[in-house]
């Protein structure tokens, strides 16, 4: 049906256009949030159409039978831009992008139905909302670096602003820092795509191209390249020790903001790591495999230990996602099929609980003026529709069976024993750990006597453009936690073309 259709390219440009209208639709500001749901539901449906018409597994088939099809990716196009060095708008899709790819989609469309009661400057707001998913889009769908490089740069740009004029009374601080950390770690990894560019030697920034030839480059020089790439990719993933930027930029910045930060932003890093890094510097990674298990585990643990001294709902769950972020280090550090498989499904399951926790938070400072745990107690009297959106969210985050971060953490857990043994214990105690902070702030936050702190007799429950997209993530839990198949089936494939390098993983 979309075989002459450049529906990736449609796809980014939808959201581009959508912002351009916003931007400039003047005294008519109020009416940014209709002109970016509807951009967004386009980029969204088209994203479901291309991933209904996806080829599960292109091995099954002769690669001439896939309209668009090129070494593993699908919908591929290919066009010159600036020729002289080698720079090409190249794009494709496989099953590593293709659940990133929808996720960016359904996460900046249920972001603007959060946002739908923001009046502070909307066409601004909506419009970097708009640009935000055009950067990420293009990320997870470019093969030529430069092109990969500017759309990584695309991102920081609105984030920066989000945080830095939407945000809270630390915002300044928050949003310098988010772009300081954000912007060394983006010229690491312009070093590694340079030096790539210069020792493969063949005038083209193609990632496919290079590739070909970066899996022959010297070992001391792999080692160097995957090390600036994984500074690079490891700082917005986060990695401990260079994670401190993102609590600030959480705690600090508006839901939305929060939402597309822990939900996108972050799974850039892991997809950089899969995408470029790993397959691309084989020997580099080999080499770094203790240094990448070493620093996964700390962030695991550091992070789910940090969780339990927090006593903001925002600020825990943005340690709970450093933690988290650690599994899917881990997987990858296993340098195997099951491992990556299991590292990319957990970013797709991040991304979908995440939201949740953070609309949660955000519904509960919206209606309590506070989000600090000790201020709060006996919610559920009060909000009951929240405590049951909030208590299914921390469920599913702390790997209830079921819901779709079992299915992803199982996985890691599984490819850890088979490649380490019973070092498996380590990521173990932080499962332990996870359970008792979640289940101790919803017990003090929503459970419990009603706390005298704050005054509760004008809050209400959630409203509609609260509630909707947070149930519709809550059903997406349960349906992939219970059918993780429907996502393993398409990540497998792409995943084996990428350990090819590792003899098939």
């Not at 002459?4 to 209208?21: F, H, Q």
């Not at 740069?153 to 310098?176: H, T």
């Amino acid at each position: 049906m979309m075989e002459n259709i450049p529906v990736l390219s449609l796809t980014i440009l939808l959201p581009l256009i959508g912002a351009l209208i916003s931007f400039l639709l003047g005294k008519r500001g109020h009416m940014a949030k209709w002109v970016a749901l509807i951009f967004s539901a386009a980029a969204f449906i088209l994203s479901l159409a291309l991933a209904y018409e996806f080829v599960v597994d292109p091995s099954s088939a002769a690669a001439g039978e896939i309209e668009g099809y090129s070494n593993g990716y699908q919908y591929y196009e290919s066009h010159v831009w600036i020729e002289a060095i080698g720079i090409n708008y190249i794009v494709g899709i496989d099953g590593i992008s293709l659940p990133m790819f929808v996720l960016t989609t359904l996460l900046c469309m249920l972001s603007i139905i959060f946002s739908w009661d923001t009046d502070r400057r909307p066409k601004e707001y909506f419009g970097l909302m708009l640009i935000l998913e055009v950067g990420v889009l293009g990320v997870f769908v470019s093969l030529d670096y430069f092109m990969f490089y500017v759309f990584w740069e695309i991102v920081l740009i609105p984030m920066y602003l989000m945080i830095g004029i939407w945000g809270g009374p630390r915002k300044d601080y928050a949003a310098i820092k988010f772009f300081i950390y954000t912007h060394v770690a983006s010229l690491a990894m312009l070093i590694a795509i340079m030096a790539m560019y210069f020792e493969a030697s063949l005038g083209t920034f193609s990632m496919e191209a290079i590739a070909t030839q970066s899996v022959d480059f010297s070992r001391g020089m792999q080692v160097a390249i995957f090390a600036a790439m994984f500074f690079g990719f490891g700082v917005k993933l986060p990695m401990v020790p260079f994670h401190t930027w993102l609590p600030d930029a959480h705690v600090e910045a508006p839901t939305a903001g929060s939402v597309l930060l822990a939900g996108l932003l972050l799974k850039m890093g892991g997809y950089g790591l899969i995408r470029v890094a790993i397959p691309s510097l084989p020997s580099g990674a080999e080499d770094m495999v203790v240094v990448m298990a070493v620093i996964a585990v700390a962030s695991i643990l550091y992070g789910a230990v940090l969780c339990l001294a927090q006593n903001d709902l925002k600020k825990m769950v943005a340690y709970s996602s450093i933690s988290h972020m650690g599994f899917v280090l881990l997987g990858y550090a296993t340098l195997g099929e099951l491992g990556v498989v299991a590292g990319v499904f957990q970013m797709f399951a991040h991304g979908l609980v995440t939201a949740v926790l953070f609309m949660m938070c955000g519904v509960v400072q919206h209606k309590c003026g506070t989000r600090l745990i000790d201020n709060l107690g006996g919610l559920a009297k009060k909000m009951p529709i929240a405590a049951a959106l909030m208590t299914i969210g921390f469920l599913a985050s702390l790997g209830l069976p079921g819901l779709v971060s079992f299915a992803a953490e199982f996985m890691v857990f599984a490819a850890v024993f088979f490649k380490w043994g019973l070092w498996i214990f380590l990521p173990i105690i932080a499962v332990v750990v996870t359970a008792a902070y979640y289940l101790w702030a919803l017990q003090r936050s929503m459970f419990g006597p009603m706390t005298e702190k704050i005054d509760l007799s004008h809050v209400k429950d959630v409203d509609w453009y609260e509630g909707l997209p947070v149930a519709i993530l809550i059903v997406l839990i349960a349906i992939f936690g219970v059918f993780p198949y429907l996502i393993f089936s398409r990540i497998g494939p792409a995943v084996e073309i990428a350990l090819r390098a590792f003899g098939g993983g």
